[in-house]
């Protein structure tokens, strides 16, 4: 029997190890993606990477373990749950079809929650100015009043937009994973999507409502996009700061979307913000459940479906998706 070098032994061994810190609150969860580690705690997630993926070989003792920070949200986040922590229900091995590589599909769902999160974190800052603004407003004074203001006002919705955009270019790679084939040939982006979904399942399927209503919202968001990057006179972004109208209402700041297919009336920007960030939210968690859902694979002789948890049987991550199945007539969550 060869005796093991101290490397070998202290690469073995046990291993101890604080992740972040006490402002991240407590580890709530962990998952594995593509055989990377990360750890969910209630305000982060790190990715953890052990001294043997650094140092595959054992060359030097000094290769720490390491931790790093990922997203400054956590399982607190509506975002994390409805995003990352649904796909870590749905997508997992034994569950999908073989066909589907799930392990894409949880790195695809991670890359669309950072984009969500960067984009309800420009909306937050946004409404936190706001409030600060609107503490502010002194009345008129000797005909004079001083209008208050957004700092950085049309770069912030800028940002939003571009975020919102590409948490949708996610959402199609995503439904790429699942449709190769057919989506390279569709094209039109969801368009295209939403034409092989009605396809392969028909006019009247769910899931065929559903994708259509995805390509019209990811129109809309990519138009806007468009209007940010590429203007002209008939595709352009109006976003406004506070104002004073003739009639001495002091207006918040507001935003229009001028394009020919897919117009906004001028509306609150915090109202465009909200409407927006709640359909994407929305768009994602529903996205996830609709493809894991077609995609089930078989539990033997037993009928196993997607579908919502009942409350009663929901996990700490208040997760609202998962695997059902039929047990004498009622549906039970499938751990």
Known sequence: MIDKRPIDKLRESAVGMTVG??????????????????????????????ADEIDPQRTRADIPNTQQLVLNSGSNSESVRRILLTARELFREHRLIEMIDWNAVLLSALEILKDVIAAQETSDEFIKLKVAADAAIIPPQERAFRMPAISGLEGRVKSFIQKTEHAFQGLYKTCALFYPEEMQKAGKWLDGFAAV????????????????????????????????????????????????????????????????????????????????TIQLHDAAELLLAYLAAKHTAALGQFQVAVGEIPENQRGNDGVRFGYLINIGGTLQRLG
């Open 21 to 50: 810190d006490a402002s991240d609150g407590a580890i709530t969860g962990m998952i594995t993606i593509a055989e990377r580690l990360y750890v969910i705690k209630e305000k982060a997630i790190y990715l953890l990477a052990m």
């Open 197 to 276: 979904v009605e396809t392969r399942y028909g006019n009247q399927d769910e899931f065929t409502l559903f994708a259509k209503e995805l390509a019209n919202f990811g129109k809309i968001i990519r138009n806007a996009r468009h209007c940010v990057e590429h203007p002209k006179t008939t595709q352009q972004l109006e976003v406004r700061d506070y104002q004073l109208t003739a009639d001495r209402i002091l207006e918040e700041p507001m935003i229009r979307v001028i394009h020919n297919d897919t117009p906004i009336e001028r509306m609150p920007l915090g109202q465009f913000m909200e409407e927006v």
